[in-house]
């Protein structure tokens, strides 16, 4: 039987943002995928700021950067009529170096992440699959097939990344609790299009389909992504998109002359799901991303809550491993992530109502999306128990709260700092013993005023989140206790 630490199944976004954290901490894992290759279809469009700061942290992000758009105006019309253009709202914010949403396909993210894996000494095992485990007092016996064998695998912790349909979330007894609403389907996919100007998101509105159809184009790419509402029958059916049903739906819709989608690489059928796992844990097997939680697209976060889903469990199963926590700091991924995945499927929600509402009064479509809770900058662990002390700063921070990004008086930036999988200590005009564990940074002034400390420290957890605002002498208990 071979063994390992951590046996991730699914490699996409967020098996491999675990996989690249775990293989930056030198934990063995192996990371396997069913499908034989990698998908080419768009899918997920959206990098929110706060995934963009994780990204930031591997390395990848200036890359991701000049494959994406961050300024695409927002072209309406109704029919054929042009009813105007509105640029793309942002919300302006000092704390992060990457305040605007970029939006590229996933498998740009994918290749990214699969690119910085190798370069951490991993690699995707495609083509296997998890066909049963078995858990014990020491961990989990695995069962994989590949084509041309199979394995007994014996892991300590397994990571389910299998998405909204995972097999192993099902075999692991755990319940899906939500709804499926049948009457919202979309078809969805990858076209090439004569006849239109890739300078907008283009969005036809419709009081009987709201989004009649929308069309994105991806920056240096013939390909753009097709949405179109498409009602299901009396059994709840659509019929399967194809390139000619793409461009019977086009002119039907549209009235538009002089617009042909020449060819299609990728299409689907997307049915609105708003479900949330019970629990993220059973015994030493955990579940992440789309296998925890599906909902909306609208608001474009479900691959960004994904990502941040695996960078909060991959520093605590490291910690956990390397013998730096007891076993019930894994328990504060379930404390920490739901409350995220709660407020995911609530906001979604409201953020569908509201897209869907505008479009059918011709007023507005998927500009009416972006709200400043969606970059997820905001979104925080105040009731974790991973918490200490209940200061709050000048400027309101507290424990639980994301580390705010300064830009410092030489024109670089906090982050540049802040990356690594240590945990970092701020020291505010005082001093700090050193430890192995902690990277101790004394700042400028610029970060004191945006913090709003004038004299103590903050300890910030390796996933970027403050975890204490006191004194220096209270760090080294503090990790004792993890």
């Known amino acids: ?22 293989a930056r901490r030198n934990v063995p894992f192996r990371i396997i995928e069913r499908a034989a290759t990698a998908s080419q279809g768009s899918r997920a469009k959206a ?8 990204l930031n942290d591997l390395g990848i992000v200036e890359q991701l950067m000049e494959i994406g758009i961050t300024e695409l105006p927002y072209r309406k019309f109704i029919g054929n009529q042009l009813m105007g253009e509105t640029p793309r709202t942002g919300f302006p914010r000092t704390d992060t170096r990457y305040p605007k949403t970029l939006l590229l396909p996933q498998p740009a993210v994918e290749s990214a ?37 199979s394995e007994e695998l014996n ?16 075999k692991l007894g755990i319940q899906f609790l939500g709804e499926t609403h049948q009457e919202e389907q979309l078809w969805v996919g990858d076209v090439e299009v004569d006849g239109l100007k890739p300078d907008a998101w283009y969005n036809w509105l419709s009081p009987v389909y709201g989004i009649a159809m929308a069309l994105f184009p991806f920056k240096n790419s013939n390909k753009w992504q097709l949405q ?22 086009f002119k039907e819709r549209t009235q538009m002359e002089g617009v042909t989608f020449t060819n299609s690489t990728w299409q689907s059928i997307y049915r609105v799901n708003v479900r949330r796992a019970a629990t993220y844990r059973v015994g030493n097997a955990f579940i992440a991303g789309d296998a925890a939680h599906v909902h909306s697209i609208a608001g474009g976060m479900g691959m960004n809550t994904g990502i941040q889903d695996a960078y909060n469990l991959s520093w605590k199963l490291a910690a956990v491993i390397n ?14 992530r739901i409350p995220i995945a709660d407020w995911l499927l609530e906001t979604t929600s409201q953020r569908q109502k509201v897209m869907m509402a505008g479009a059918t009064s011709g007023k507005s479509g998927f500009e009416s999306l972006g709200t400043a809770d969606t970059t997820q900058l905001n979104l925080n662990y105040r009731g974790s128990s991973l918490n200490v002390g209940n200061i709050v700063t000048l400027t309101g921070l ?35 013993q050193s430890n192995e564990r902690i990277k101790i940074l004394s700042v400028e002034e610029t970060v004191q005023l945006a913090y709003g400390v004038g004299s103590g420290a903050v300890l910030i957890r390796p996933d970027g989140y403050i975890a204490l605002i006191g004194q220096a002498n209270e760090i080294n208990n503090y990790l004792k206790n993890l």
């Open 113 to 149: 992440l699969r690119t910085r894996l190798e370069e951490l000494g991993g690699k995707v095992e495609w083509a296997t699959e998890l066909i049963d485990f078995t858990q014990t007092d020491e961990g989990i016996i695995c069962r994989l097939e590949h084509p041309n064998w």
């Open 323 to 336: 013998g730096e926590a007891n076993d019930q700091l894994l328990n504060t991924y379930d404390e920490e």
């Open 1 to 22: 039987m071979n063994h390992t630490k951590v046996l991730i199944i699914g490699a996409g976004p967020v098996g491999l943002t675990l996989a690249c954290e775990l």
């Open 228 to 249: 179109a509402v498409v009602p299901p029958d009396e059994n709840g059916n659509v019929p399967t998109p194809t390139l000619e049903g793409f461009n019977e739906l």
């Open 155 to 170: 892991a300590i912790y397994m990571v389910a990344c299998d998405g909204g349909k995972s097999t192993t979330r099902k």
């Open 47 to 54: 990098l929110q700021p706060r995934s963009l700061e994780i």
């Open 398 to 432: 507290q424990a639980g709260d994301r580390a705010p990004d300064v830009q410092l008086s030489d024109g670089r930036w906090l982050s540049e700092q802040l990356r690594g999988t240590e945990w970092k200590l701020l020291v505010f005009n005082t001093k700090a």
